[in-house]
């Protein structure tokens, strides 16, 4: 039989081996980049976007664009309907691209492809959607102007003109800047460099070689 010290020096032995293959051991746990939002079934709603002024302006042009096409379309009768047609086709576009642009942005979808531009992207988009509502309205304005839809529709139409026009403003000063073209670039880069960290490795940063 063994004794209470032969016991006792196994159980160091053990203990003391157990320690040495867990400190050896390759599977060790990562350090994640943790991401805060509203998680709806692995879809992340950045929250902090639909409250900045880019994001509360992005759901101002969809709402107006939203009404300014259902006014549009409750016209039943038309003479001449050029206008009606040219500011139903300005109305529909822009509610489907900034709606789009919308989504995009509120699900972080733009940092899985950092090589767009989305700056610049979201720049044109708003100058184009300005130029377009302000055109439209005005001959919708000049060639119809009789009925209250179109009125109404007249009335949405300069109002989401003034809309698009703030969003564009911001929208340069952001470009001139250089904010947001390399977003998904850095937080790849920064993602990278915690995994690499986080597994013992060691990187050089590009700034310091």
Same mark, same amino acid.
């Given at each position: ?25 390759p599977y060790q746990p990562t350090t994640e980049p943790v991401h805060t939002g509203n998680m709806f079934g692995g879809i ?14 992005? #759901?101002?042009? &969809? ?7 259902? @006014? ?5 009768? @038309?003479?001449? @309907? ?7 086709? !300005?109305? @529909? ?19 899985? !492809?950092?090589?767009?531009?989305? /700056? ?8 184009? /959607? ?5 055109? /439209? ?25 003034? #809309?698009?026009? &703030? ?43």
């Amino acid at each position: 039989m063994r004794t209470t010290e032969e016991a006792d020096g196994f159980d160091g032995e053990a203990s003391n081996t157990s320690m040495i293959s867990g400190t050896s051991s390759p599977y060790q746990p990562t350090t994640e980049p943790v991401h805060t939002g509203n998680m709806f079934g692995g879809i992340k709603c950045d929250m902090e976007y639909l409250k900045s002024n880019f994001g509360i302006l992005k #759901v101002v042009e &969809v709402a107006l664009s939203l009404i300014s096409f259902i @006014c549009i379309e409750t016209i039943m009768l @038309c003479q001449p @309907c050029e206008g009606v047609y040219f500011f139903e086709f !300005v109305s @529909c576009s822009a509610f489907v691209v900034t709606g789009v642009l919308l989504l995009i942005f509120c699900l972080g979808l733009h940092t899985k !492809v950092p090589h767009v531009n989305w /700056s610049l992207t979201d720049l044109v988009n708003t100058a184009a /959607s300005t130029f377009f509502y302000f055109l /439209s309205s005005l001959v919708l304005a000049a060639l119809n102007k009789n009925g209250a839809a179109e009125i109404a529709a007249v009335i949405f139409g300069f109002l989401v003109t003034c #809309v698009y026009a &703030v969003n564009t403003f911001f929208a340069v000063r952001r470009w001139r800047r250089g904010d947001g073209g390399g977003q998904g670039t850095i937080q790849s880069s920064e993602y990278i460099r915690a995994r690499t960290a986080s597994r013992g490795e060691m990187e050089p940063r590009p700034d310091l070689a």
